[in-house]
Every structure is written in structure tokens, then in C-alpha cells.
């Protein structure tokens, strides 16, 4: 049984006053726009992004997908990082569902894209190319808070070229949290947003995309189209309501815990440790095993993320200092001379 999770701050479970808030929910069916609690949520979210109007989608790849849809037509193009998940991690969906063409650019080690890059891959307005409509960026970045200043430098670029801008700010409130900006002034920099419900903020269920008041309308015909059309939301939405108002300023709180894991794996420089960032910790070991060091961790309860021969950890509302104990204890077993041995790959 897993009991520390460090996979994801998408694994939170709802507690009790999230339960009781969704089981008082008032309801109604939210197609018809009648649902009284999903408009609250919509209407508290524009506000607080200082936007004109909000949609409610059932995840953050919907609403990021709706988004691109509505900025992008058929056979458009968008500007977008190598290593967005946008692009990399929601199955093409602009390109097959939106018939948008990407134009993946690298990401810099902070999680920019260079704007000479951005500003090179904007194509001319000539019959040959296809039209670049949007510049999307991404914050937090794997956990990484792209800075003030390059947020109005790329998009002020974009916005100079024609172009509209989106963010998949789906840890828009940990970026917020981290940088001590209002959330509506990174919103503020670009046209429109998606803001997940279901990660650090302990929702079970959700993503939020604000913006113009007619992009919106738009995005709701597409929603419907994508399938995205759904009730008695008012159930759902009364959970993200409940974690709006509770489960933000406690953010910084998984930002020192992740401070602190990082702290506690640095003692073991065969994990390769990294720096945490916001509410997670990356690490890149040279010779471990990746994957008997987390089957190893399993047993003992613990659970973290180890694909493709990098470690992630990230911390949220259910893993608390007792947890980041446990990880510490469990590594001291793990590296005490008998288990690191046969773990360790032979160096190549
Ligand atoms: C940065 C980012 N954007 C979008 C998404 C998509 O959210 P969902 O899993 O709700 O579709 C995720 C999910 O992990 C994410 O990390």
C-alpha cells in the first residue's frame, strides 16, 4: 500500500470539508448554463484572474486544447516549447483533433524559449507557410517560475508580431506562490490562461480556461464538440470552489517541504540530486537504477515517480514532514552497502 506519495500533487485525495462542499453543492445542468455553483466557479476565477469570463473543462488538456481551437484555425500554426506539455504530453491533440501545426522550439534550461527563436520561427505572411496565430507558454515549468521579466518580454514580442498568447497555467498558483506576484498579474500578460484544479490545489476533478468574453463562447461550442459538455458539474465545481479558497496560500507550504526533501536527498549523491523547484525536485542519477530504486521504495510504502531514468518528487497536500522523514529513512536503508550495490548499473 502506498502511503507517501510523491508521484504527483495530482494524487491528493479530497478531504473532509472538500467532501462536505461537494455533497451540499447546489446543482443544475451546467450545458444549459444553469448550474448555479459551476457559475460561481466560473465567475470567482475570471475575478480573480482579472479576466472577463471563464470556462469549466473536466481536465487541463481539454481546456488547453479548446484554447489552442479557438485561437488557431485549421491548418494555423502555433509557437510552443519542445518540451510543453501541450505539446508533448497531451497526444498531439492540437495537430490531430485541431488540425493546428505546431512549431516546437527549444526550451532553455529555465523553461524560456529564446525570443530570437520566437521571433525567427514566426513565419512570413506569404502563401508558402502556414500563419503563426499564438505563442503558448508554460508556468510553472516543470515546476520552474518563468521570470517577470521574460513573461513581458515574449509576450509583448508576440502581441508586437500579431500574434495572441496563451498559458498552460495549469501550476499557475504555485508560479504566483513562488514569484509573490498576484496570479492575475501573469495572467495579465497574456490572453488567455488554463488554470488545473486537480494538482497542487487538491481538487479531484478540473481546469479552469479564462479569457475575452467572446474567445470564451467560442471555446465553449468547442468544449461541447471535444466532448467536454457535462452536467451536474455543480457537484465538481463545488470542490474546486472549496480548494480556491483554501488550498491556495497553503502552496508555500509544499515549497519548503520541497526544499527540504531536496535537502535530505542531497545526502545521497548517488540520486544525482537536483534543486527543488516550487513543489518538485528532479533528479538524473549517473549509475542507479532508477527503477529497482523505486520498487525498493514501494515496498516500503513510498511512491515516487521514476520513468525514463529521471526521478521526480513532488510534494502536496497529502505528504507531510513525517513523509519527507520516511523518504530519508528509506534512503539510508537503500545506500547502506547492501541494497546500492546490485542496484547500481555497471558504468558505461
Ligand atoms: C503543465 C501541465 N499542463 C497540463 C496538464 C494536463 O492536465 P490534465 O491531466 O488534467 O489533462 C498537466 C498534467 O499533468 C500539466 O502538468
Redesign the pocket.
Known amino acids: 500500500m502506498i502511503v507517501d506519495d510523491f508521484r ?1 500533487d ?1 494524487v491528493t485525495r479530497p478531504d473532509e470539508g472538500m467532501r462536505a462542499a461537494m455533497a451540499a453543492a447546489e446543482v443544475g445542468d451546467a450545458v444549459y448554463d444553469d448550474c448555479p455553483t459551476t457559475k460561481r466557479l466560473e465567475s470567482m476565477t475570471a475575478e480573480r484572474l482579472g479576466k472577463e469570463s471563464a470556462l469549466f473543462f ?7 486544447l479548446a484554447g489552442l481551437m479557438a485561437h488557431c484555425g485549421r491548418g494555423e500554426e502555433y509557437l510552443v516549447g519542445q518540451m ?3 505539446y508533448r ?2 497526444g498531439g491533440g492540437a495537430a490531430v483533433l485541431g488540425s493546428i501545426q505546431p512549431q516546437p522550439l527549444p526550451n532553455e534550461a529555465d523553461g524560456t524559449i529564446a525570443l530570437d527563436a520566437i521571433a525567427n520561427a514566426i513565419k512570413p505572411n506569404d502563401f508558402h507557410f502556414a500563419m503563426t496565430r499564438l505563442l503558448a507558454l ?1 508556468n ?2 516543470n515546476g520552474q517560475v518563468l521570470p517577470d521579466s521574460y513573461l513581458e518580454a515574449a509576450t509583448g514580442l508576440a502581441r508586437a508580431r500579431g500574434l495572441s498568447t496563451h498559458l ?1 497555467g ?2 499557475l498558483m504555485n508560479a504566483a506562490a513562488a514569484s509573490n506576484r498576484d496570479a492575475a498579474w501573469i495572467a495579465g500578460q497574456f490572453d488567455t490562461v ?1 488554470l ?1 484544479l ?2 497542487g490545489l487538491g481538487a479531484p476533478v478540473g ?1 479552469i480556461l479564462v479569457g475575452p468574453k467572446d474567445f470564451i463562447e467560442k471555446a465553449r461550442r468547442i468544449r461541447k464538440m471535444l466532448g467536454g459538455g457535462m452536467r451536474q458539474t455543480g457537484v465538481i465545481a463545488a470542490a474546486a470552489i472549496y480548494a480556491l479558497e483554501h488550498n491556495v496560500t497553503r502552496l508555500s507550504e509544499d515549497h519548503r517541504r520541497a526544499a527540504k526533501l531536496a535537502e535530505v536527498l542531497a545526502r545521497f549523491p548517488e540520486l544525482g540530486t537536483g534543486p527543488s523547484r516550487t513543489n518538485m525536485v528532479f533528479m538524473s542519477p549517473k549509475t542507479l537504477d532508477t527503477a529497482a530504486f523505486a520498487a525498493f521504495l514501494r515496498e516500503r510504502g513510498i511512491a515516487v515517480s521514476g520513468r525514463y531514468g529521471t526521478l521526480r518528487w513532488v510534494t502536496h497536500l497529502d505528504v507531510d514532514d513525517d513523509a519527507v522523514a520516511r523518504v530519508a529513512e528509506a534512503c539510508e536503508r537503500f545506500f547502506d552497502g547492501k541494497q546500492a550495490p546490485a542496484a547500481m548499473k555497471a558504468q558505461a
Not at 473536466?58 to 488547453?64: H, K, L, M, S, V
Open positions: 504527483s495530482t473536466p481536465t487541463g488538456t481539454q481546456a488547453n510543453a506539455h501541450t504530453l497531451e508554460e510553472t515549468f498552460d495549469a501550476r488554463s488545473c486537480s494538482k481546469s
